[in-house]
């Protein structure tokens, strides 16, 4: 719907959803109704949480794209985090249904910020395919042009020619080098721009709704035969299924001798896991975009989308460091210092660095689909994310901390290790899907 429709439309609609449900729930008496408003959550939540990359294609450059695909994932991962420090406190002291009602206010707040502050950013840029026929029209013009001019001299002088905004372009041999002219010379429009008002409009159509409708349903499925997709999907799901575990597990492990913690103080335990996203912000996204371009540099000034992917090796081993001590930690009963410092903080960075680079490589390399590519990806978390929720609780009972959080942590390093694969063949990986319409959207 948002490339139907534009962004804004979707993003309203998603917010008003969450507002209706974070309602049902606050006045939910039974389960099962409690959970029928939980269903309602999750459709309109699923827009806000695939479109914002496509957001950010739409309007930020590619070697910027790095640090700001962190800042979205340190916001997005962040509200989980906060949300049971907060939720934790107002339980104990208000109630739980408190808590609903104060995230109703903020599902309004954000709605207003929506209305008021987001304009369409969805634009079609042109294919080279069009830009190649656009040339040929041009060039037909032109032609005719001369024909006209040397039957009728006199009128072709007074019309405007086609081809003068063409002669007039600047050539390798009039403009000057680009290393000695500023951007803002060459540009002079760059960073002085504003929303028009069709931008703040309730919706941008495209011309064909119905034919992008079902592109846009089918287009997702179809990213998942694709390598980097599949590596983007995965290294995503079992990254946030690492901080997961934290958030399931904690309780289990901190409510019980020797720590006998309330849910307050249970809760409290997450701003670490908020400190380690916030160093994840700090540093993911912008180590990611400076190694990529020191290697375009290397490269001729030609950027590949591959050369993001070694900023990874760092918050690989901060994961697996943080789980080692969340698991080995909550079996043996270390200090609870150790566990929430170094384990959640841990968490918290790879959980804001690794889904952030991998993202940003999938959507440099097929920008066009950037928000279908963000469905398939979230698809393939949440149902990974489900699954393991269901199971890793009677895992624990059963066998202990360790071998869940161990396995959890073995996958991570798995699908992450196939950075190494896709650095050196990822070229090739594109190479196949060259000639697929993904590339026209």
Known sequence: MSTSFGRRPVYILSQIICFGSSIWRAKATTYSSFMGACILNGIGAGPAESIQPAVIADIFFLH????????????????????PIISGSMSLHAGWRSFWWFNTGLIAASTLMVIFMFPETKWHRLHPDEVSNQGLERETKIAEADVVERKHPTEATEEADPGDALSKAPTHAT???????????????????????K????????????KT???DLWIPWKLFAFPIVEFAAFVVSWSCSSFLTLNLTQSLAFAEPPYNFDSQT???FNF???????????T??????????????????????????????????????????AAFGYEHKWPWQV??????????????????????????????????????????KNVWGYGFSEFIINWVLEDGFVPPIMTNMSLITLWCLFGVVFYYFGKTFRRWSKNSSVHKM
Not at 64 to 81: A, E, K, P, Q
Not at 199 to 210: A, D, I, K, R, V
């Open 213 to 215: 409708i079902l592109l």
């Open 339 to 380: 566990i929430v410092v170094i384990g959640y903080t841990c968490a918290g960075l790879q959980v804001a660095a690794l889904p952030a680079m991998v993202t940003t490589y999938a959507v440099d390399s097929y920008k066009p689909v950037a928000g279908s590519l963000m469905v398939a990806i979230t698809v393939n």
């Open 266 to 268: 249970i809760g409290f």
């Open 272 to 282: 670490a896991i908020l400190i380690g996203a916030l160093i994840g912000l700090a």
């Open 284 to 325: 993911a996204g912008p180590l990611s975009d400076w190694i990529s371009a020191r290697a375009t540099r290397r490269n001729g000034g030609i950027r590949e989308p591959e050369m993001r992917l070694p900023a990874m090796i760092p918050y690989v081993l901060i994961m697996m460091l943080g789980n080692f001590v």
């Open 175 to 197: 403009m000057p080098a680009l290393s000695q002219q500023p951007t803002s010379e060459r540009d002079p429009h760059l960073g002085k721009g504003r929303p028009s008002k």
């Open 64 to 83: 910027d794209r790095g640090f700001w695909n962190t800042l979205y994932w340190v916001f997005y991962m962040g509200s989980l985090m906060v949300g």
């Open 199 to 210: 931008q703040w409009g309730l919706w941008t159509p495209s011309p064909n709704p119905l």
